[in-house]
């Protein structure tokens, strides 16, 4: 089962066991989520059912640092050759001597390549600084059966996430 290509707004199948334990299952799968008895920790021998009610879950768009003229939040939905293009553009072009790369979960890697073929492109006149950070998400979990009286319910997650500094060094 798959979790980390997951879209926000994208509606997903969550079932939530009676433990509170959750399993998600991408959106039209053939195979349904099933979770095997397993025995609890604790040696009771009890099995762990499943509650019949299934969720529907909604990720919602991460919470974005401030917007500066020169920051560039990369994404995997962008073709990487327009996200390479605008960074040089801003520091060729748009007249920054610094800009700023924002990635977060699968698209870290992205962000890096795009730091360091701005810095090979450049013939090492770029330096690059790097920061790790945790961004905290939060995930809307709604009934399918809008009959039953369940509640909406909201869960939090985290990801990694990447900030780039990509500067031309002050000449000495």
């Not at 994404?75 to 610094?98: I, P, V």
């Not at 990801?159 to 002050?170: L, M, T, W």
Request: aromatic share 4%.
């Amino acid at each position: 089962m798959r979790t980390g290509f997951c879209t926000p707004g994208t509606k997903y199948k969550y079932i939530v066991c009676k433990t509170g334990v959750g399993v998600m299952t991408e959106p039209r799968c053939p195979i349904s989520a099933s979770v095997p008895p397993t025995p609890p920790a604790d040696g009771s021998g009890m099995t762990v059912e499943m509650d019949p009610v299934e969720y529907t879950l909604r990720k919602r768009l991460p919470r974005k640092l401030p917007k500066r003229r020169n920051d560039v939040y990369v994404n995997m939905k962008t073709d990487f050759r327009a996200q390479l293009a605008r960074c040089q553009k801003l520091l060729e072009g748009g007249g920054h001597r610094e800009i700023c790369v924002h990635g977060l979960g699968l698209a870290i890697n992205r962000a890096i390549n795009i730091a360091l073929q701005l810095q090979a492109s450049s013939q090492g006149a770029l330096q690059l600084a790097a920061n790790t950070s945790t961004v905290e998400l939060v995930d809307d979990l709604e009934p399918e059966d809008p009959d039953e009286a369940r509640e909406p319910m909201t869960r939090t997650r985290n990801n990694s996430a990447i900030h780039i500094k990509v500067f031309y060094p002050d000449p000495q």
